[in-house]
């Protein structure tokens, strides 16, 4: 594999690993509560990677941290907190009674958001054409938000927890962003998601089971979501990031909301309602327009699970 397809067969194995969970969030949180769900998403994915950082050590006869230290558990607690814990938790009150399709809609707003950071505190600078995309993007944002339980318009309180999500996932990607010309994508993917798992020790009492709902396929789903859809998944994305391949990623993560919506039809029955569609067709209209620009390449993140 050349340098050049790395990053992007990475973002393509993203879309793969992201679009199922949502679905798997969605299932998982009628019987794990939303702090439960994230301790354990979170403490699956610092395993999982844990696992892989040893092995790879133990074959190549390296160190087992490279390029991590002491000093930096400060930044990596943040980084968990913002993109494991804190979003999982925002994530999962939202997709309650927000279904999954819908939520992979609303999460594109990240790529919005951070276009307009990339403006602000990267100094780049945008035409007027391009601030109109981004307005684009809020009024997409805005009409998905609108979308109820039904086909009918009818405003989605829930909705607003999981564009809370979406600017926790921003700010972890533009943290995680500038860490990544220092230190293994892998390495420091692992060290959020053990970041992650330290701050939800402040979470733990207020996780509740319903124990009556739990067999072998409700384990199942937890394991995979925690192991491949979060700890794979975002592993995946920090390779797309350090291979500059950010702007390339944010395309492929367009298809994400028809790949979750179809997963949701064929195991749940369960398709988002028509203002919901709408919405997620105009924000990932403005996301596919502002990622086309040259300057906004490298800026733009995508949303994962």
């Not at 594109?108 to 276009?115: A, G, Q």
């Not at 938000?145 to 926790?168: C, E, K, R, T, Y």
């Amino acid at each position: 594999m050349t340098t050049k397809r790395a990053p992007a067969t990475a973002a393509w194995w993203m879309v793969a690993l992201s679009a199922p969970a949502y679905v798997a969030v969605s299932h998982v949180v009628s019987w794990l509560n939303p702090f439960g769900l994230a301790i354990t998403r979170t403490a699956l994915a610092a395993a999982a990677l844990g696992a892989f950082v040893l092995i790879r050590s133990l074959i190549t006869k390296r160190p087992v941290l490279r390029t991590l230290r002491a000093r930096h558990l400060p930044q990596l607690i943040l980084l968990g907190t913002l993109g494991f814990t804190g979003y999982s938790v925002l994530l999962a009150i939202g997709q309650r009674t927000v279904a999954a399709g819908t939520t992979s809609l609303l999460l594109n707003f990240s790529s919005v958001l951070t276009v307009i950071i990339g403006s602000v505190h990267l100094g780049e600078r945008r035409s007027g054409r391009q601030w109109a995309w981004i307005a684009l993007g809020f009024a997409g944002t805005a009409v998905t938000v609108m979308s109820g339980s039904n086909q009918a318009w009818a405003f989605s309180p829930d909705a607003l927890w999981i564009l809370a999500a979406a600017v926790a996932l921003t700010a972890f990607v533009v943290l995680q962003q500038p860490m990544l010309a220092h230190h293994d994508p892998i390495e420091l993917t692992f060290g959020a998601a053990a970041g992650g798992l330290l701050a939800a020790a402040a979470i733990i009492p207020w996780v509740t089971v319903d124990t009556s709902q739990v067999g072998p396929s409700e384990l199942a789903w937890v394991l995979v979501l925690g192991i491949a859809f979060t700890g794979a998944a975002y592993a995946a994305w920090a390779i797309t990031l350090h291979n500059k391949g950010a702007g390339n990623g944010a395309l492929l993560m367009i298809l994400l909301p028809a790949i979750t919506m179809g997963l949701d039809l064929v195991l749940f029955g369960k398709v988002p309602a028509m203002p919901a569609i709408i919405g997620g067709v105009l924000t990932m209209t403005s996301v596919w327009l502002a990622t086309r620009d040259p300057a906004s390449a490298d800026s733009v993140t995508v949303t994962h699970a």
